[in-house]
């Protein structure tokens, strides 16, 4: 059992001329300097962030060691590693995307 406002299309149709028409006009593409910039802003990030991360890592490895925590060096450098990698991939995906 369908009703009269199915038949027509309905404010929700993703599929109807109007809502076609206008994704087609909400595609927005950066210019050069905009990507250049904000790539090289995320690659920065995730240098930097792995860098002095790393390094305050090693400053502090007695202490972490001495710790009750569970969470020693190892764990610590795959977290400072994964969110610097996370900060590059996101810098190289706004590079070509």
């Known amino acids: 059992m369908t009703s009269s406002s199915e038949n027509k299309g309905s404010a929700w149709d993703v599929e109807s001329k109007e809502a076609k028409r206008l994704l087609a ?3 927005f593409d950066d210019c050069l300097a905009c990507r ?3 790539s090289a802003a995320f ?7 792995y ?8 400053k502090q490895e007695n202490a972490v060691m001495q710790s009750a925590t569970k969470y020693k060096m190892g764990s610590r450098r795959l977290g400072i590693a994964t969110i610097s990698a996370t900060l590059v991939g996101m810098g190289i995906y706004r590079a070509f995307n």
């Open 25 to 27: 006009e909400d595609k």
């Open 36 to 38: 250049v910039t904000g």
């Open 43 to 49: 690659i920065g990030l995730g240098v930097y962030s």
């Open 51 to 58: 860098y002095t991360g790393m390094s305050n890592l090693r």
